[in-house]
């Protein structure tokens, strides 16, 4: 897993750190899907709420513009490689505004490579509810800096919020209300500039004028339906963005069968944010944050969804499950330890599965355990 860590310093107050919690629990709510980095807990490490994710080995956007690397091979290549590095990006931000959630910094440094070449969209700590409070502290994590805005009274997705100035939208820099449209404009900055190889600009309000006037001199060519595509993204106002990413993607469907010949190999993905190991993840968040109610309905169902898979005979591991939820909850003060047992010895009775006996069975011995080190109701 990838250990986030922001700076001890932006935690003054209690509120800052409760702003910074708030936005993991958003990335976490949002659970599994193929073009999202995941969210997997939050813990507090020395008073320093600390996010970890998924571990992405193939390093991220950036880093292949830096080294070059995402112009190997033949012209033919690079342009279905740039084409599948957007139209995936693109299906993760569809996938988080239809939950709610804009992101705010989409840049090449938060579009990560899984060992497959999959992309996702990572970072999620510095997104916003939409329609939900918005009011920021800076959540500068390190070795990242970012750009902050001062902080904003709570009101309804508004606001600058924090954003990296070269990727922005205009309407951030503006300080005005910002929507999915803000992110498919950071997008479509991103996207030039894997056909420009650079970035000529500072603020990204203009990027849309130097891709006009330099589209000659771009490192790979971009196709005329792109080249639309992206002036449109790119709109000063927000108004005359295309709607949302689904409009998005079907326009990039379109390019990439034109330009490369084929369909689109990947089909449209689907989420599993009701998987037992995303309830599971969740669990130990909420536990970590004090919602011990939550995390025990969290973890009720995390283990319904586990016996289901054994009856069906599919992968299943309610015994590792077990063995997480006690060491967790074992770890929490005021914890009735006694009652979760029983809760859990209720469950399995109401079952009727072949593994019923051999967890019965871990249960009884976790009961003796914890009564043996003065365990059971505290």
């Known amino acids: 897993m990838a250990l986030k860590r922001p700076h001890a310093h932006l935690f003054v107050t209690e509120a800052q750190k409760q702003v910074f919690i708030n936005e993991c629990q958003t990335w976490s709510n949002l659970g599994l899907h193929p073009h999202i980095v995941t969210c997997h807990f939050v813990r507090e490490i020395s008073g320093v709420p600390s996010v970890f994710s998924e571990w992405m080995v193939g390093g991220s956007l950036a880093d292949l513009l830096r080294a070059d690397t995402l112009y190997a091979g033949a012209a033919q290549e690079t342009g279905a490689r740039i ?30 490579f899984g060992k497959d070449g999959v992309v996702k969209v990572a970072d999620f700590g510095i997104a916003q509810s939409l329609g939900g409070p918005v009011a920021h502290e800076q959540t500068e994590l390190e070795g990242q800096a970012i750009t902050e805005r001062p902080q904003q009274q709570p009101r309804s997705a508004q606001g600058g919020g924090a954003y990296t100035p070269a990727y922005a939208a205009p309407e951030q820099e503006e300080g005005k209300t910002l929507t999915r449209r803000t992110d498919i404009f950071c997008w479509a900055v991103t996207v030039l500039e894997m056909y420009m190889a650079q970035r000529p600009w500072q603020l990204s309000k203009i990027a849309g004028f130097i891709m006009t006037e330099t589209r000659g001199s771009a490192r790979f060519a971009i196709p005329d339906r792109m080249f639309s595509l992206l002036g449109r993204c790119l709109a000063m106002d927000p108004e005359d963005r295309p709607h949302d990413f ?49 995390a025990l309905s969290c973890w009720m169902q995390s283990l319904e969804l586990n016996f289901e898979a054994l009856e069906r005979r599919e992968q299943g591991d309610s015994s590792a499950f077990l063995d997480c939820y006690f060491k967790a909850m074992g770890k929490r003060a005021g914890i009735d330890l006694d009652l979760c047992l029983s809760n859990l010895e209720l469950f399995l009775l109401k079952r009727k599965t072949a593994s019923k006996g051999g967890l019965n069975s871990r249960v009884e011995k976790m009961r003796y355990e914890f009564s043996r080190v003065g365990g059971g109701v505290r």
């Open 83 to 112: 084409l599948y590095i957007a139209i995936q990006a693109a299906r993760g931000l569809g996938f988080a505004h239809e939950n709610g959630v804009v992101h705010l910094d989409v840049k090449p440094h938060n579009f990560l």
């Open 246 to 294: 689904a409009e998005v993607e079907a326009e990039l469907l379109e390019i990439y069968r034109q330009e490369t010949g084929v369909v689109y190999p990947r089909n449209v993905p689907s989420d599993g944010s009701d998987s037992a190991g995303h309830l599971n993840n969740k669990a130990l968040t909420l536990l970590e944050l004090g919602e011990d109610g939550e």
